[in-house]
């Protein structure tokens, strides 16, 4: 399935991760006059993204029902957003929904359907570099397809079986780039109490995430035999790993933040 084939989509919320994806299929070939956006109050960006493909830009979906209704609005509002644009939902209507945490059956209930894809993308969507993990209900194959294709204009797309494990996918891939990140700020501050100034340590520890996540790209082997490639016994980059991966190193740390990203995708859920 191509997404010259798909439409109409109606994307809910075209923020961040709206607009990312709404990029990811114009650029896909999605045909713009299949693309209605809907915001109330819509980003500078978004405003300018639709003026630049000629995309409808609503404030509601009133009087439009739609063959894909994307959900991308936050978790809190969710349930109100969806009482509004539900007169856009028929039997035609499959619905994905990208919000953190919010059931398929609390989907399925809001908007009186069965035919409902969760998904979980993560913000490298906008460079087409992102993953999204992806469940489906009661959908035809059909249906299947048209969510692959939407979603793969972000990025890569593993599907599952059932929605108990979308909370860990949450706190892995979706919450996952601002760890990245974090990285390279740690890993700067480092560089600074090693006697660097501010801009050569950015510089730095920027340069050499984008460089290590280049190289992984280029590479399929796994992580552990890139680093291992990279670590000669006694070395240098030895003797930090020795401290990262020491008890409460690195994997302690980081499962225990993937712990509370998850609890917090659960709460997200129950609210
Ligand atoms: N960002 C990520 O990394 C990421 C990753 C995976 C999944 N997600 C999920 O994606 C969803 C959106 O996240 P985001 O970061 O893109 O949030 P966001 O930037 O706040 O985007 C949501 C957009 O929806 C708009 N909106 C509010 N009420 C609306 C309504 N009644 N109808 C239509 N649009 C409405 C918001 O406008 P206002 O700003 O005026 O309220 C905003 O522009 C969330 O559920 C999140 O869990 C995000």
């Known amino acids: 399935m191509t997404l ?160 108990d494990k979308l909370d860990a996918v949450t706190a892995v891939s979706g919450s996952g780039p601002a760890y990245v990140f974090y990285l390279v700020e740690a890993l700067a501050m480092a560089a600074m109490r090693q006697g660097l100034d501010t801009g050569q340590a950015m510089r730095l520890a920027r340069q050499t995430v984008i460089g290590a996540a280049g190289l992984m790209e280029a590479d399929s082997q796994p992580a552990s035999v890139l680093r291992e490639n990279v670590t000669s016994p006694k070395g240098t980059t030895y003797a930090a790993l020795q401290v990262l991966m020491g008890p409460q190193g690195l994997e302690d740390l980081m499962d225990r933040a993937v712990t509370a990203a998850r609890e917090r995708s659960e709460e997200l859920g129950r609210a």
């Open 4 to 163: 010259s084939e798909i439409g109409p989509v109606v994307l809910v919320g075209a923020g961040k991760m709206g607009l990312a994806m709404a990029r990811g299929w114009i650029a896909g070939g999605l045909p713009p006059d299949q693309l209605v956006l809907i915001d109330p109050k819509p980003l500078e960006a978004t405003t300018a993204f639709a003026a630049a493909h000629n995309l409808r830009l609503l404030e509601s979906p009133i009087g439009i029902l739609t063959h894909v209704l994307v959900l991308a609005v936050k978790p809190q509002i969710i349930k109100e957003v969806m009482a509004e644009v539900q007169p856009a939902v028929g039997a035609q209507t499959l619905v994905l929904s990208i919000a953190a945490g919010i059931s398929i059956k609390t989907i399925s209930e809001s908007l009186s359907t069965e035919r409902v894809v969760r998904a979980m993308p993560n913000t490298p969507a906008q460079i087409g570099k992102g993953i999204s993990c992806a469940v489906g209900f009661r959908i035809t194959e059909t249906d299947s397809k048209v969510a692959d294709a939407l979603l793969r204009a972000a990025g890569d797309v593993i599907w599952f079986e059932t929605e």
